[in-house]
């Protein structure tokens, strides 16, 4: 018998807002992404391992930058 166990990552998109990048210093639209870690079993999603996690994306220079999870979308 064997068991096929891991971990899965997923990015959801919360919104997108123009905002001044941190990083180029453009005023570009800006998205916000959750990024959710689940335990799986035999490939099936079961439960979150630890908590989501919040990300900036640049719609300009594609920078990529941790966000505070209160930043309104
Ligand atoms: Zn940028």
């Known amino acids: 018998m064997f ?4 971990l899965r990552s997923k990015d ?3 919104g997108t807002r123009t905002m001044t990048c941190e990083i180029c210093r ?3 639209p800006q998205q916000l992404i959750r990024r959710t870690t689940k335990f799986t079993l035999f490939f099936v ?3 979150p391992v630890k908590p989501a996690s919040h990300y900036l994306v640049c719609g300009h220079c594609l920078g990529f930058r941790k966000a505070d999870a ?3 979308a």
């Open 3 to 6: 068991v096929l166990f891991g």
């Open 12 to 14: 959801h998109l919360v």
């Open 26 to 28: 453009w005023e570009a």
């Open 45 to 47: 999603p079961l439960f």
């Open 70 to 72: 209160r930043l309104p």
